[in-house]
């Protein structure tokens, strides 16, 4: 009886506990950082001009006679403007992805610096085609 006795007081003093309010408010969780942000909307418009222009000058390139430097889209450019154009989404697919990637993992300096990466190596190539095809 002493037992129940101790576990009823208990379990009022503990339940009495909680209609205690704190004077402060706890403050809200901070926001989540979102995928499209100005920032990310505007490099990703870049990136996609980018290898638009890539496209459009890699083209120009094949019909001079050049020949496509990398490997891996070289199928693709090879079967003209529509193997072109599914080679470019798959790439451009490929990086938007990866950035996505890095934001639901909660790399959000990675995301930036990745994306700023491959807007940097895009303008590179686009400035290499422009040159060897003037």
Do not use: C
Request: glycine share 10%; net charge positive; proline share 3%.
């Amino acid at each position: 009886m002493k037992v129940l006795l101790a576990l009823l007081l208990l379990t009022a003093a503990a339940s009495a506990q909680s209609f205690v309010g704190s004077s402060s408010q706890i403050p809200d969780a901070p926001s989540e950082h979102r995928f499209w942000t100005l920032e990310t909307k505007v490099n990703t418009g870049i990136l996609a001009g980018l290898i638009a222009t890539d496209a459009f000058t890699t083209q120009r390139g094949l019909d001079r006679g050049y020949r496509e430097a990398n490997p891996i889209m070289r199928p693709f450019v090879t079967r003209g403007i529509g193997g072109e154009a599914a080679g470019s989404a798959l790439g451009f697919g490929a990086s938007l992805g990866t950035v996505y990637l890095l934001h639901k993992t909660h790399h959000h300096k990675a995301e930036r610096v990745v994306m700023r990466l491959m807007v940097g190596v895009e303008s590179g190539v686009v400035a290499s085609n422009l040159f060897t095809t003037r």
